[in-house]
């Protein structure tokens, strides 16, 4: 299955964030994510196209809570005021991570 994500979503920086133990990236260049007794492949295709291994139903109830993808990263990050130097060079550097649920 297809899907897009909008917000930053960077899966080589979620799986060496240091949240998750079990998320490995494939030689073939898929990430496999494990949540309970849950498995994931996914795949950036391009741009916000990513690939899928779940249902809709999965996907919906699972791992778009799993990655808080609910949450707009980006207006957050956006919102840090410019004269916050230090805050806003840690938000670019972690663009990207997601807090997994």
């Known amino acids: ?16 964030s ?3 133990f079990r998320a490995v990236e494939l030689d073939d260049g898929a990430f ?9 492949y996914i795949r950036h295709k391009k741009g916000i196209h990513y690939e899928i291994s779940c249902s809709r139903y ?14 707009n990263y ?6 840090i005021p410019a004269e916050e130097s230090y805050l806003s060079q840690a938000a670019e550097y972690s663009r990207g991570i997601r807090i997994l649920r």
């Open 1 to 16: 299955m297809h899907i897009l994500i909008k917000d930053d979503f960077d899966l080589y920086k979620i799986i060496h």
């Open 18 to 20: 240091g949240q998750c």
């Open 32 to 40: 496999r994510f494990i949540t309970g007794s849950h498995v994931l």
């Open 58 to 71: 999965q996907w919906n109830h699972i791992w778009k809570p799993y990655f808080d993808l609910s949450c």
């Open 74 to 79: 980006a207006s957050i990050r956006d919102s």
